[in-house]
């Protein structure tokens, strides 16, 4: 088993951890659809929690209805003024605003719950009350004017984050972020995380629709928190014997192959790479990291290093050839003689 020279790593280390010694894995056809269908099983998981069946809209705490009782023009004085030619997104609209408890103060009908109903269930319950008290067989017509009682927020790489409210159209994935004005040039969609409670799901945009699953399946609750990362903190380290030592970034799609990080990084540097010794280092910051090894010597390895996927903070090191560390290693061992040499001259 091929070790690099500072990694505490042994031959029988290979499949199975002996202390603090780590594995190395060599990046093999077997190892790339492992890890493929290890993400996409993930994928289709999130998909499959996330895929909620849609049900009509109830009324919530916020909401605010607009009611007409047909012949009776007296009471639309009492929804507010109408003539309103130019609002801000905050002001109220008129109508009837849903109260903290869950009501609406109506004319002559007092108060009536509203909030957990649909607006045909709230249309018939207001119907019965005003056809008790005050009208016989009245005509109403309900609807909501301004759906405020369900929100949900998206941050990062769109062009307008911030708070989208949920309507009587069940909001999708990919509705939510044409809301939010589409991705930025910066967006990393292969990292998208949405937060639904204490859950958090990790979404890959690209390999979802190319693996079958249908984002526009995912619906959105409220509360619901969908963050689209920037490119830039997704960044891989590539350093070691390449021409340009950098930290390569993803695709616009969110990819990164490890030969898209060499290129990057301008190649191996051919005089002094030794092109059997590259690796990823993964989870460095975790208690259990990982090694793959890659010997790129035979062009048929390219192959490979063009379908291994790097996840953001990956370390690819391209380690140099036995002669370049041994000239390091006498360069840092000559400045020492030649002192020892120099005093002992000068003592004589």
């Known amino acids: 088993m091929v070790r690099p020279p500072e990694l505490p790593v042994s031959a029988d280390s ?26 996409q099983g993930n994928d289709r998981g999130a998909v499959r929690e996330l895929t909620v069946p849609s049900s009509p809209y109830t009324i919530g705490v916020g909401d605010v209805l607009q009611i007409t009782v047909w012949g009776h023009p007296e009471l639309i004085a009492a929804q507010g003024p109408q003539t ?21 103060e109506f004319p002559y009908a007092g108060s009536v719950q509203m909030a957990g109903l649909t607006t045909e269930e709230a249309q018939k319950t207001l119907t019965v009350v005003l056809s008790r008290v005050a009208y016989k067989n009245p005509q109403i017509t309900l609807r909501v004017a301004s759906y405020r009682a369900r929100q949900v927020y998206i941050d990062g790489e769109v062009h307008t984050p911030g708070e989208l409210s949920l309507n009587d159209i069940p909001m999708s994935l990919y509705e939510a972020i044409s809301r939010a004005g589409g991705f930025t040039a910066a967006a990393d969609q292969s990292r998208m995380s949405l937060s639904r409670g204490k859950q958090v799901y990790n979404l890959n945009l690209p390999h979802l629709s190319a693996s079958g699953s249908d984002p526009r399946l995912i619906q959105l609750r409220s509360g619901d928190a969908l963050r689209v990362p920037s490119r830039d903190e997704n960044g891989v380290y590539v350093m070691g014997e390449v021409n340009k030592p950098v930290t390569a970034l993803p695709m616009k799609d969110g990819s990164l192959s490890l030969s898209d990080a060499i290129s990057q990084a301008g190649s191996v ?23 793959y090894h890659l010997d790129a010597r035979s062009p048929v390895s390219m192959v490979l290093a063009n379908q291994f996927a790097l996840e953001p903070k990956d370390v690819v090191y391209v380690d140099g050839s036995g002669l370049v560390r041994f000239s390091r290693v006498l360069s840092l061992l000559l400045p020492g003689i030649t002192a020892g040499l120099t005093a002992a001259i000068l003592t004589k």
């Open 269 to 291: 540097n051919s005089n002094t790479a030794d092109a059997a010794q590259m690796f990823v280092i993964r989870g460095m910051g975790g208690n259990s990291p990982k090694i």
């Open 84 to 104: 309103q030619t130019v609002t801000r997104q905050a002001d109220p609209v008129p109508g009837f605003v849903v109260d903290q408890r869950g009501n609406v």
């Open 14 to 39: 290979f499949g199975k951890k002996t202390g603090k010694r780590v594995e190395i894995q060599e990046i093999t056809v077997g190892l790339l659809q492992m890890l493929k269908e290890k993400e």
